[in-house]
């Protein structure tokens, strides 16, 4: 399941939607004391964090999708609560589930881009109107395409096309002119691309590469893959251009020991180094990019300008997608194999 919020936002940052996502945060973080951290660090930060709760004034809607039933729920929250809106269908299929996997929401809230990653030949781009949850555009991307983001100026959807499924061979990221839903570039990257993040500038995309162990710099002015950077744990190493390309076999070989039907299920065996990367989300000024390490449960930080590992971030069990406040106070990650880490502050 994917979850984006949208809808009811302002050009400055609410305080009262930032404390809302703090309090849900500080909620799972006290129920899944087996997936929190430290129990000294939770007492420290869990009343600092429910002082600065304050409920929210007025109404926000999120969407959800899931990809075992081709719905799309849109759900209200705001003073009173949360509440299922309704519930929207996605998909072609009669026979087998399309997979709706990412959602992302226009700058201007007026249209919201849903990926399903089954079909023939590739996955698709959905685009619907906010109003009232109409189906108005689709475009045919790769295979498996799944998480995707909206470029600032919202002309561009970036979408990684993961192939879960298929042969571990480079796939590649899409980039779709929203307008008239046409694929525009299909940039080849690397084996299994995940976590589809821009820069707040929209000048630069992020990915990271579940199979090759890498971060993928795309320059969406040209088109083009940038820069890599190799994340496997003693050997880490930032390069100019993509990553190797390498023969099915060899992945199939090097890879032997990934977990790919559990999607990031497995823990890591005994001398297991790889880092098995699903996630990089950029901070709030560009300046670094973190990486969610699902096999060593870690975030890996990258400075931006220097290209090069500033430290890693021990997290929960198996952490799999990412996301930073607004303020840059709180970089928050879902976990995998439990649910909910958060790190206190990324800039400590």
Known sequence: MMVSLGGHRDPVRD??????????????????????????????????MLSEVVPP???YVAFAVS?????IARITFGP???RLERVVPVGMSLIDPDGPHGVAVAPDEAFYYVTTAHGLPGGSLWKFRTRDDEPVGRAVLGPFPATAQVSPDGYFAWVVNFNLHGDLVTSSVSAVETGAMIE???IPTC????????NAAGTKHYSACMMDDALV???????SVARHFFLTRGQEMGMTGSPPVRAAGAHASANAGHDLGGHGMEPPKPGDVSCSPTWAQPSPDGARVWVACNKSSEIVEVDVASWTMTRRIPAGPGVYNLAVTHDGRLLIGTNKRCLLYTSPSPRD
């Open 15 to 48: 305080p009262a939607r930032d404390a809302f996502r703090v309090a849900v945060v500080c909620a799972a973080l006290l129920a899944l004391r087996a997936c929190a951290p430290p129990p000294q660090e939770v007492a420290v930060l869990a009343p600092r």
């Open 57 to 59: 004034t007025r109404e």
């Open 67 to 71: 990809e075992s039933v081709d719905e």
């Open 80 to 82: 009173s609560g949360a």
């Open 184 to 186: 525009v570039a299909r």
């Open 191 to 198: 084996t299994m691309p995940h976590g589809s993040r821009l």
């Open 217 to 223: 710099e795309i320059d969406t002015r040209s088109f």
